[in-house]
């Protein structure tokens, strides 16, 4: 044949071929070829759950934050109505320190007050004491019994006195109702 | 430095000058060396009871020293890969993710078989043709000394490589498309020629250069060590990414769902461009 050609060599070299061929693919490539996709699926599962991971993450920080939000707003309700209660109760303690002294205050003016009375009518009594003490004393030293004699007919005349004008009158008041 | 520059260059010369009057010494002229690469047709090697040519014993011993070292990484390397590899870890998973890339990107159907055809159709064109760096002798019949040639440089390896491609792409065609496919294939009836003669012609055009270079001992000094490199470690990476992307890009056609209305599409597509082109 032209250049040599021979069918029984080419079928050679295809045995050859064959022979390597199956070889290779299974001593060689099939193994390296499972290794890869082995390695692949790995790769792929780990960024799956990565990616799941990051998810959960994200959610967890989601939820942290939504929880963060709620707790300050319950901090801060909270702060509000401590305040409130703070000055609702610091409102009530004046209130009633400013009670207490208004009725300590009130009390002690009406204990004043009637020790004041007191101390009033202590000193009319004993200003009146005083009075008739003096005044006995004055009538000790000055009373005679020509003095106390005037004194009563003075007294007796006076008293006459007014009987008679106190007559002359109802008699005037009579005649009037007679006319 | 200098005595050593100059001991150097005077047994350079003294070697040439010597080469150059006494010959190569050898039977054959560059005639009949040239003649016995292309054709083959007189150093044969026995090989079980055989004559075959020496690129057969080439690849047989492509062959077992591939298998043996794919034995050895299965059995010490494969079990000790990592999750983060190491380099020669990384080199098999390149290796592997590049056919089979290249096989995923274009096929829709049996992507695996396809993988593992290019994968080791690839391995065996890159390593047989680094093969004839290693100059190794065989002997022959006529109980001559014959440096073994890369496999795909004898037409019979480069024919054996080109039709169990165009096979894998027909069975493709005729498995996922039934006779139609099988026909869609075999229009494309070149393409096991075209690619053996690719094959075979590249990795021939740089022997011969080679075996040129060689022949002559003048030229036998650094020379060969850019010719060595320029026609056999480019023919060998060229090669193997022409053929395997080639098988990839047909086998990807021949698992292609065959429509009926194809034709008719692209008939209506050509009236349209051209409408449109001359508009």
Redesign the interface.
């Known amino acids: 044949m032209p250049?040599?050609?021979?069918i029984?060599?080419?079928?050679?070299?295809?045995l050859?071929?064959?022979?390597?061929?199956g070889?290779?693919?299974l001593?060689?490539?099939?193994?390296?070829?499972k290794?890869?996709e082995k390695?692949q699926k790995?790769f792929e599962a780990r960024e799956a759950e990565n990616r799941e991971n990051a998810q959960k993450n994200e959610n967890d920080r989601i939820e942290y934050e939504r929880k963060l939000a709620e707790f300050e707003n319950e901090a801060e309700e909270m702060r509000q109505r401590l305040e409130q209660e703070a000055a609702d109760t610091a409102k009530e303690y004046i209130d009633s320190a400013k009670a207490e002294a208004d009725a300590i205050i009130a009390k002690a003016e009406a204990d004043a007050e009637k020790r004041k009375e007191q101390i009033l009518d202590s000193a009319q009594t004993e200003i009146g004491e005083l009075v008739i003490s003096a005044a006995q004393k004055l009538l000790a030293d000055t009373a005679t019994p020509e003095r106390t004699q005037d004194l009563y007919d003075a007294f007796i005349e006076q008293a006459s006195a007014g009987a008679r004008k106190k007559a002359d009158r109802n008699g005037q008041q009579a005649q009037g109702g007679g006319k | 430095m200098v005595v050593w520059i100059t001991l150097i260059v005077g047994l350079l010369a003294a070697v040439i000058a010597v080469g150059l009057a006494l010959g190569r010494g050898e039977s054959e002229s560059i005639r009949e060396v040239m003649r016995d690469l292309?054709?083959?047709?007189r150093n044969k090697i026995r090989?079980f009871g055989?004559q075959?040519?020496p690129?057969?014993i080439s690849?047989?011993t492509?062959?077992g020293v591939?298998?043996f070292a794919?034995?050895l990484?299965?059995i010490f390397a494969?079990p000790r890969?990592k999750?983060v590899p190491g380099k020669f870890q990384a080199v098999?998973?390149k290796a592997?993710?590049f056919f089979?890339g290249m096989a995923e990107e274009r096929a829709s159907r049996w992507v695996?078989f396809v993988?593992?055809?290019i994968?080791?159709?690839g391995?065996?064109i890159f390593f047989s043709t680094l093969f004839e760096l290693f100059g190794l002798q065989a002997i022959s019949t006529g109980n001559k000394s014959v440096t073994l040639p890369a496999?795909l440089a004898?037409?019979?390896?480069a024919?054996?490589?080109g039709?169990?491609s165009f096979a894998v792409i027909l069975g493709a065609g005729l498995f996922s498309n039934g006779p139609k496919g099988a026909l869609r294939v075999l229009k494309d009836f070149s393409l096991p020629i075209s690619m053996s003669f690719r094959l075979y012609g590249a990795l021939l055009s740089g022997l011969l250069v080679s075996e040129l270079v060689y022949h002559y001992i003048a030229l036998s000094f650094v020379l060969p060590v850019i010719v060595g490199v320029l026609f056999t470690l480019l023919h060998a990476i060229i090669q193997t990414y022409v053929l395997t992307v080639l098988v990839s890009i047909f086998y990807g056609e021949a698992v292609e769902p065959f429509k009926k209305s194809d034709k008719k599409r692209s008939k209506k597509n050509r009236k349209n461009e051209s409408e449109g082109v001359k508009e």
Do not use: C
């Open positions: 250049l040599n050609i021979d029984l060599q080419i079928l050679l070299h295809m050859n071929f064959v022979i390597l061929a070889g290779l693919t001593l060689l490539f099939n193994p390296v070829r290794f890869i390695r790995q | 292309v054709l083959h047709d090989f055989l075959v040519n690129a057969v690849a047989y492509v062959t591939l298998l794919a034995l990484i299965r494969v890969f999750t098999l998973e592997v993710d089979g695996t993988s593992a055809y994968f080791s159709a391995a065996y496999p004898d037409i019979n390896g024919l054996a490589m039709i169990m």
